[in-house]
């Protein structure tokens, strides 16, 4: 079974502060990874997926994540936070073998301060 | 516009009734999926299709069912025995084949038991 840690449930940074959100996956096959954003009462929006291509991935709005399987992490960071990017974080996971479905993390509340 | 259209947005359940959730896409995708989404635990598969006429239960299947007999449709129906059927649901789809083909998400609908 796949499974998805997201370390925080909530992060607080300032505005201009470095953003880091902690992703840790278990899988037994080769997973694809993936980073949704969810703003208030709204549905998931891609910001960026590992499919093996590239370790280092860049998404929308800034963020990238880098791909490490020895330390089976996935985190999201992005140099310097804007208010526009409060929101909530979800990393997901998924193989072609098994369930082919997204398993998600519990989600991380990014709240950037003024 | 191509898309994902959930209906209703907002939807209130008598104790005892079934409702049905609507999910519509005009992407021509193949897979389909619901998520159940409660504060603090992510989102929770409930079921997913990966082709007409098939579909297979995900984490939370009970008190749920669906129907996949057209393409573009993959309706929601929460049943009576569903004791806590409040939550936010989203609905989503993929082209299939490769797991690592982007999942898209509708905009969600909120259902509130009274």
């Known amino acids: 079974a796949q499974s998805v840690t997201q370390l925080g449930s909530h992060v607080s940074v300032s505005e201009g502060a470095l953003v880091l959100l902690r992703c840790n996956y278990s899988s037994s096959v080769p997973p694809y990874l993936f980073w949704y954003v969810q703003y208030p009462n709204q549905g998931l929006q891609l910001l960026l997926k590992y499919t093996s291509a590239a370790t280092l991935v860049k998404g929308i709005n800034g963020f990238e994540a880098e791909f490490k399987k020895s330390e089976t992490s996935f985190h999201l960071t992005k140099p310097s936070a804007h208010m526009s990017d409060a929101a909530e974080y979800f990393c997901a996971v998924i193989s072609d073998t098994g369930r082919r479905a997204l398993t998600f993390g519990s989600g991380t509340r990014l709240q950037v301060q003024p | 516009d191509g898309g994902i259209t959930q209906s209703p947005k907002y939807l209130f359940r008598k104790e005892g009734q079934n409702v049905t959730l609507s999910c519509e896409q005009n992407l021509n995708h193949d897979a389909m999926y619901w998520y159940r989404q409660d504060p603090g635990q992510g989102l929770r598969l409930i079921y997913y299709?990966?082709?007409?006429?098939?579909?297979q239960k995900g984490d939370i299947a009970e008190g749920y069912s669906v129907s996949r007999e057209k393409k573009e449709s993959f309706p929601l129906t929460v049943t009576s025995a569903q004791k806590n059927p409040t939550a936010f649901y989203l609905c989503a789809s993929s082209i299939g084949g490769s797991s690592g083909n982007t999942i898209y998400f509708g905009e969600g609908s909120w259902l509130t038991v009274v």
């Open positions: 299709s990966q082709i007409v006429n098939d579909f």
